[in-house]
């Protein structure tokens, strides 16, 4: 963990900021010798095509082969959209 003046921080915001973001390295913000902060990455996060990239190896062997099929539309499925909340 990196120790930096608040001052410094301000100066180069944007720098420290891509430090933390992409490699992930914790700031300790020191005000007048004393430590008032830490700044810490966030989780790490995933697209949508990310997390579905891997899917397949959870699926046994045959799954894989009626996929498509399985996940288009019928042709019976209404065209139109309908209000849920119709009672």
Given at each position: ?87
């Amino acid at each position: 963990m990196q120790t930096i003046t608040a001052t410094d921080l301000s100066r180069n915001f944007r720098v420290m900021l891509n430090r933390v973001e992409f490699q992930h390295e914790e700031l300790l913000i020191v005000r007048n010798n004393f430590p008032v902060a830490r700044l810490i990455p966030g989780p790490a996060t995933m697209t949508a095509a990310e997390a579905f990239g891997d899917l397949y190896r959870t699926l046994p062997a045959d799954a894989g082969k009626t996929w498509l099929t399985d996940s288009r539309l019928d042709d019976n499925c209404d065209s139109e959209v309908r209000d849920p909340w119709v009672s």
